[in-house]
């Protein structure tokens, strides 16, 4: 297990435990760490800082284990993409208009390439992806798959000033240092580039309403940012943010009540009845817990 810090004020923080830990260790396995899972309330110790409100796990397991499993992991969400294309399409489109025509546009974290499906779809001819997880690539489409490197960011195949937007989807959250995370992005980035980067809010409707049960507090989750803490981390690492904002996510009915928190026995039954009266898929949009920022490298 490693200890790990506020990764805004690193010694000079103010930790408080805001949750203590929940971990099953002998339960953890290559599906804990499987994109969009059925949250499992499982999480490591959760610490606040109460100089900066960033929220952080710690310990955690070590970045080699962590490493491994998500090499293993596997891809859960085929049901979603489709409406994950459409909420990271309209944001892609909304940064267009920051960065000069034809742009170079690397996805960190790009599962099996359906975003970079949507953003070829939206007029960028040049797009790149990078994944750890090889399950993941191996069921991108064939023309996307030829697009997508099999890594972990940062990465040496990753060259410097070679891109003009950087789309964090989901991701940020999940490296054990963002700081590093974020200078590697400033460095694949040329000039005037920017980075597009969405996830989980602590300030959310998910964790007003359901507290230490909102999904966001999971154990692949080791930094997670409000929109203030968001935009330091920026500033921190040579970013100027230029926009700020709360994310609409459109998902299936079937989707919001397999991430609710309901009693094991009930949810099957719940999501068996609106399958039989045909109301699983009816979309439902809601601000329910997801920010994002668009910052230009500095």
């Excluded at 399950?135 to 489409?141: E, F, P």
């Excluded at 040579?238 to 928190?261: E, G, K």
């Amino acid at each position: 297990m490693q200890k790990m810090r506020c990764a805004l004020c690193g010694r000079d923080e103010k930790p408080q435990l805001l949750y203590p830990e929940s971990i099953n260790f002998e339960r953890i396995s290559k599906e804990t760490f499987s994109a969009r899972r059925i949250p499992e309330k499982v999480h490591y110790r959760l610490m606040r800082c109460q100089r900066c409100t960033l929220i952080y796990s710690s310990p955690i397991l070590t970045e080699d284990k962590i490493k491994l499993l998500y090499k293993q992991s596997k891809l859960t969400y085929a049901e979603e993409i489709p409406s994950l294309k459409k909420t990271y399409g309209d944001y892609l489109s909304k940064t267009l208009p920051f960065v000069n025509k034809n742009p170079h546009l690397l996805e960190i974290g790009g599962g099996n390439g359906f975003f970079l499906e949507k953003a070829l779809e939206l007029g960028v001819t040049k797009v790149n992806g990078i994944e750890p997880s090889r399950s993941a690539i191996n069921a991108a489409r064939s023309d996307i798959k030829k697009k997508l490197i099999a890594d972990f960011f940062p990465s040496e195949k990753i060259k410097p000033s070679s891109y003009d937007i950087i789309c964090i989807f989901q991701t940020l959250d999940h490296v054990t240092d963002p700081n590093r995370f974020l200078r590697a992005c400033h460095t694949a980035l040329r000039k005037n580039g920017v980075v597009l980067c969405i996830l989980h809010d602590t300030e959310g409707l998910s964790v007003k309403i359901l507290g230490e049960h909102s999904p966001i507090f999971d154990i692949e989750h080791i930094y997670l940012f409000n929109k203030k803490t968001l935009q330091l981390i920026f500033e921190k690492n040579n970013f100027t943010p230029l926009v700020t904002f709360s994310v609409v996510n459109t998902f299936p009915l079937r989707y919001w009540i397999r991430m609710f928190p309901f009693p094991s026995i009930i949810k099957p039954l719940f999501l068996s009845l609106l399958q039989n009266i045909h109301l699983d898929n009816l979309p439902l949009s809601m601000r329910a817990g997801n920010i994002g920022i668009i910052a230009r490298k500095s």
